[in-house]
């Protein structure tokens, strides 16, 4: 079993910056990609960025060029730097992992960090 433990979230005026940590700990396969989606309310959850454990990215349009995706593999961490936020980036955030077998793959979610951004 794998736990995801979230943190960072918070209030922050548009064009401010926030940084959001998601620790993972359990029986985590070395090859995995770990990331973080997005749901505000009456919305479906949605991918923000996302990077393997060998270090290849992949960014939402809406987010290219402002957030920033990394990861720690020694600490099995990942962080995502957000920066000129927007009100409409307002969602709770939730972390993500996603590693496999040959036959089985294995999906974990953290419980989720609000983010506010106020105009």
């Known amino acids: 079993q794998v736990q995801l433990v979230e943190s960072g979230g918070g209030l922050v005026q548009a064009g401010g910056s926030l940084r959001l940590s998601c620790a993972a700990s359990g029986s985590i396969f070395s090859r995995n990609t770990m990331g973080w989606y997005r749901q505000a309310p009456g919305n479906q959850r949605a991918l923000v960025a996302t990077i393997t454990s060998g270090g290849k990215t992949n960014y939402a349009d809406s987010v290219k060029g402002r957030f920033t995706v990394s990861r720690d593999n020694a600490k099995n961490t990942v962080y995502l730097q957000m920066n000129s936020l927007k009100p409409e980036d307002t969602a709770a955030y939730y972390c993500?992992?996603?590693?496999?077998?040959?036959?089985?793959?294995?999906?974990?979610w953290g419980q989720g960090t609000q983010v506010t951004v106020s105009s």
């Open positions: 993500n992992l996603v590693t496999a077998t040959a036959f089985t793959r294995y999906d974990y």
